[in-house]
Every structure is written in structure tokens, then in C-alpha cells.
């Protein structure tokens, strides 16, 4: 069997599991078994990927007598879904195998188990599909299974809210992606990837077909405006649904764009590079700082999510401008760090929204102000959401740096660029990707400090209790992930050279023969970095101030009470809370950017009801975009609703005005 076969039968049998589960929901191990089935397919995904990656098989194509008559169901698996099909594969194994524990807290765990290795399946088939129908097909059940996914807990009424706003955006993504689609098929109907390629299209069409692209793939992707599901459906959904949607699932999305993009497109105009990088700037830094304000932890990671989106989405936009002026190393360069940052971020935003779960399951509560103090009482969670937070903030030597680090590096190419607009562009989008970093470390800095320091805040996280084996080992595989892919990043960036070259006809330099395992992605006097050393040296430096601490510091014990800002009450409430701890950027960037309100009441004297500090933070896209436009909806739908109820003499005349004004229509059009 050729590579696609072999990928495509794992497909059939992630899709079949589902079923599978339903006829068997009455046994007491079915949970179990279709989560470890599933974590074990797509374990062989990850592998038939990397087989494809390291070149032990080549593209392969298929073509299946189904779909649209003339043309087939084309499947083709080549670098690009290669990749792509390494993410989705481990990210999957590992969730899977986080399911097995997490999912016998399900209170009906047959909810999840009929869709969740259908989910799998459909997202499989995107990467594999070859024409334009077979691509939609898998998209629109993708889309389906995950909104059943969201539903899981549908008798909550944030819930349904959230399914609503879900389905509607994913509506409306299809629906821009057959657009684009059929822009790309042309007149006469090439829907097959091949025939698309050899399509030679204006450049005004070509900008058209990309930006129908941004609104299809963005909206399931995460992209400022089209945003607005992310934080509603990731804290609706199961925890372990919520890591594959925002870990897997959107780089599903981000495949879509790039196939697209920087394939079937073919090179673009310059000046439509900068809406990708305007974008994606904007998405990044309007994320970050609405994870910054953020209680409910699933909503902040959820946003967080928005950030990283931003982040690719920029980094894409800057290979778009290279590639247009013929840079093809640069080119290379910032597409690499697009792909290693979708690798990151598959790994360490899985392991947080698995610690997530984790700590909802032990506390009952998605509170920040309701935990803290967690790591006494869960040590290795903790440590594990740590590594996860470290990655996130892109502090070496974890993964989340080295992308990061690849994409300023490409940001500092820009004055090679010959187009002053862009040459102005670049370095303004560089900063606020800077300060988007920095708003992210102190974002999980908040997360982990108030949510595992410090006293507990309630019952609850002072009664939680460690998880799980199989919760705990899933969390350790990711976090090993990143741990990886932070020391030995040359590894990573070569596989990744393997779909650069094959899309944009350049790649970065071999790492694998550098010492201590650096990287040098342009010159070795111009940039370099090793994970390895700066792990090393975080090593000695922390061994050896601890050494020195025990040996020339007093052997003598003294005790004390603990600091409490001056305040003899030694009550938890009077720590720092998370809405303490971003009221500086709240009052600072928040009130012009997200309308941050605060409202304080101060009783009277002798008045005994309590004084409160009411904070008011919501996402101005929706308050401003969406909330009007649904009003508008929702009342012409209410007037029109009388239609339902004229009599036959009315509805005839009714088609007879339309058939008329059709008529005229299409007159006026010849």
C-alpha cells in the first residue's frame, strides 16, 4: 500500500470508532478503549508523517471514484500535509491518551465518544484531500463534528450560546472558502489541486481569492475580527476537546490558508502581503491582552490561543513579502518560523488546556480567584503547567523562544525589502510582536501565580487532589515535547526544510551539523543560538547559587510570619487576585483598547454593607460588530415572521412579485 492509502485507512478507522462507541455504550470499558484506539491511530498518523518528512516514502497520490463524477475524489499526502499530519498525529496521540482518565468524569461520556475519533478522522481527510470538493466535504464534517463536540454539556445555557456562535462561524467560513475555491476552479471547473496550479490568474484576483482565504480559514483559525467563537466554545467544551480544537484543530485551518497561499495561488503581488501582516499583528496583541484581563482560566488560554494565531498568521505574511521580491532565504526563514511555531504551540497550549482540565476536575472551578495554592496540593500538575507556561512566554530554553526568536529574526531582514510601505511596515508590526510577548509573560505569570501559589482561596483547592496516571503521563509527553523541541530545535527546522523547499524552492542551511546543537538560520556571524548551552547554563548558574547559599549562608532556622502587604489579617483573600494583578495594564491599555470599566461603591459610615470594586471587561468586536448585527437580525426575523401566516391569495401574489422582479433582474443583466 502507498503512504496515502495507509493514512487514509487510519482515517476510515477513526471515523468508523465513533459508531463503534454508540453500539457499544453500555460497556463499562468503552471509554477507555476508544480513547487508547484513538491515541494509538494516530500515533501511526504522526508516523507515516515523519516517514514522509525524513524522505522513507514519497508524495503519493489517490484517486477514489467518488465525489464529483467527472473529476473524483482525489487524496494526495506530500510535505506540506506531511507536516501537517505530524501535528495532528501527535497531538491527537496525546490528548487521546489524556482522555482515558479525564473521560471518566464525563457525566455522559457517550456524548463525546460518538464525535470525538470522528473529529479526528474528518480533520485527517482535509489534509489529505486533493480537489477542491473532497477538501470542503471534510471541512463542513470537521466543523460539524467539533460544534457537536462543543455541545457536550448542552444543558447549560452558555452552552447552546456557544454552539450558536460557533455554527454561524462556521457557516460563514464554508461559505467563503466555496467562494474562494470556485474563483480558484475558474470557468471551467478545474476543482482538482493539480489543474488549480497551472492556473495563471491577475493579480486583483489572486488578492481576492487570499482574501476570501483570511475570512475562511481565519474564522476557524482564530483571526481578529473573526474571533469571537474561540473564547465562548473552548470553555463550553470537555477540557480534553477544548486542547484538540485549539491545539490541532486550528492548524487545520492554518493548512488550509497556507495550501492556498503559497501553493495553489502561486506567487502573490507584494502589496498583498501586508493584510496578512496587519492582521495577524493586530489579532496577536488584541488576544494577549484580553487573556490578560481574563478570570475564567479556559477563557484566558483561550485567548492566549487568538495571540499565537496572530503570531503564525504575521510570520506568514512576512514569507508572502519575501517571496513577492524574489528573497527566497528570507522567504524560507519566516516560513519556517510560521511552521515551528505551529508545532510549538500544538504542544505546549494541549499541555495547558490538559492542565486546565486537570484543575477543574480538582477544584470544580475555572476560577482563578477561586484556586491558588495548587501546588501543594497538586506538585505535578503544577510543574507540568509550568513547563507549558514557560514554553507559552517564549523564555528559553523551551520551544516557544526558538520560533519567536526565528520570527524577529526574519523581522530584521525587512530593510532588504525595496518597497518603502513595507520597509515601514515591517519593523512598526516587529514592535507590537515584542510587546505582544511581553504581555504574554505576564499573562502566565498571573495564570501560575495566582491560580498554584500562594493560600488557597477556597475549599476547594485547598481539598484538590493530584490527578490521573494517564492525565499525568499525557501532560509529561507534552511538556517532554517542549522541552525537545527547545534544546534540539535544529531537528525540528530540518523536517520543516523538507516543506519549504518543496513550496517556496529555498530553505534554511542543515543545522544538524552544528555544535551543542545550535542553530544559525542566516549566518553564523550574524545570528545564532543553542538551546543546549543556555539550558546548561541555567543549570550550573541555578546549581551553583544553591550551593553557595548552603554553604556560606547561616546553618541557623528562623521563623516568621509572612509578609501580608501590612495587613494583620492572614485571611487568603487578601492576596494578590487575578484582577488585581492586571489592573495596571487594565487601567492603561485597557480602557481605550477594551472599554475596561471600573465601577467602586463605598457605603456610608455606619452603612455595614460591604465596599466593592466592580470590573467591567469585554471584547469590543462583539459589543461594537456582532451584537448589532445579530439585533438587526433578530428583528427582521421577528417582522418576517408574520409571513408564515398570510393566506394562499397572498403567498401567490407574493411569487408572483418575485417571479416578476426576477424576471426584470435578469433582463436588466442580459
Known sequence: MSAVENVLSVAACLLVLGP??????RASWVSGFIYAAASGLC???AIFGIARLIGLSGDSVLTLPLGLPWIGAHFQLDSLAAFFLVILGVGGAVISLYGIGYGRHEH????????YPSFLGAMTLVLL???AFSFLLSWEAMSLLSWALVLTHHQEADTRTAGYVYIVMAAFGTIALLLAFGLLAGAEGHYAFDAMRGTVRSPVLAAIILGLMLLGAGSKAGLVPLHVWLPLAHPAAPSHVSALMSGVMTKVALYGFIRVAFDLLGPLAWWASPAVIILGTLTAVFGILLAMMERDLKRALAYSTIENIGVIFAALGLALAFRANGMTAAAALAFTAALFHIFNHMAFKSLLFMGAGAVLNATGTRDLDQMGGLIHRMPVTSFLVLVGAVAISALPPLNGFVSEWLMFQAVLMSPAIPQDALQLLVPAAGGLLALAAAL?????VRIFGVGFLGRARSPAALSAEEVDRFSQTAMGLAAALC???GILPGMVIDRISTVSRAILGGQLPVQAHEAWFRIVPIAEGRSSYSGMLVLLFIAVSASGAAWMVHRLASHRLRRAPAWDCGFPDANPATQYSAGGFAQPLR?????????????????EPGDLRPARLTVTVDDPIWRNVYSPVGAVVSHVTTRMNGLQFLTIRRYLSLVFLLLITLLVGLMLWA
Open 129 to 131: 484531500a486533493a480537489d
Open 483 to 485: 522541552v525537545l523541541a
Open 440 to 444: 504574554a509573560a505576564a499573562a502566565f
Open 20 to 25: 463503534v462507541a454508540v453500539s457499544l455504550r
Open 587 to 603: 487601567r492603561v491599555l485597557g480602557a481605550d483598547i477594551l472599554g475596561a470599566r471600573e465601577a467602586v461603591f463605598m457605603p
Open 43 to 45: 500515533a501511526l498518523l
Open 108 to 115: 455522559d461520556p457517550m456524548r463525546v465518544l460518538a464525535f
